[in-house]
Every structure is written in structure tokens, then in C-alpha cells.
């Protein structure tokens, strides 16, 4: 795919993007045949845009930009964990 003429970082993004999905979902998982890959890519991709929080966003994730920043929880608190990718990526939330 060529690069853009306004965009010239545009390669190195989608470099990462691949590598990111490559060593953190397929390279773990012992892909069985394309619906299988395409199962794990999706998986991986709703993992990391829905729910994975992003240091240059504030902690948000990709799809709640618009999202206030979470607030610091003083004291204890409750913590449920959900695991995808059979359990190769875990999810984190606190429970009120």
C-alpha cells in the first residue's frame, strides 16, 4: 500500500499496530486456520480498542476519547478480572 503524500508516519502507525497485534495475540497462540486467526485478530482488536488504556489518551481507551479521565480510587476497593484470548490478555474493572 502506498503512503500517503500528507501522512508520512503512516507506515511506521500501521507497523506498530501489526507488530503490537503479532507479539502480544497471534505469536502466542497456535493458529488453527484463517477463521481461527481472523477469531483471535478481532478479539485482540476489541481488547485493545474497548478496554486496553492508553498512556498518550490519558488512560482512556481508543473508543472513549470523549471519556472524563478515570478517577483515583482512595482506599480498598473491589477488582473483578476477565480474562479473553483464553486468558492470554486479562481485563480489569472495579465493581462499586
Known amino acids: 500500500m502506498p503512503i500517503l503524500p500528507g501522512v508520512p508516519r503512516m507506515n511506521a502507525i500501521a507497523e506498530r499496530r501489526v507488530g503490537s497485534c503479532r507479539h502480544e495475540a497471534t505469536d502466542r497462540v497456535l493458529i488453527t486456520g484463517e477463521r481461527h486467526l481472523r477469531l483471535v485478530v478481532d478479539e485482540y482488536a476489541g481488547h485493545h480498542n474497548q ?46
Request: aromatic share 2%.
Open 51 to 96: 478496554h486496553r488504556p492508553h498512556r498518550s489518551l490519558g488512560q482512556r481507551c481508543s473508543d472513549r476519547i470523549d471519556a472524563p479521565e478515570p478517577p483515583a480510587v482512595d482506599g480498598p476497593s473491589r477488582v473483578i478480572r476477565r480474562d479473553r484470548l483464553g486468558g492470554l490478555k486479562h481485563e480489569y474493572s472495579q465493581v462499586a
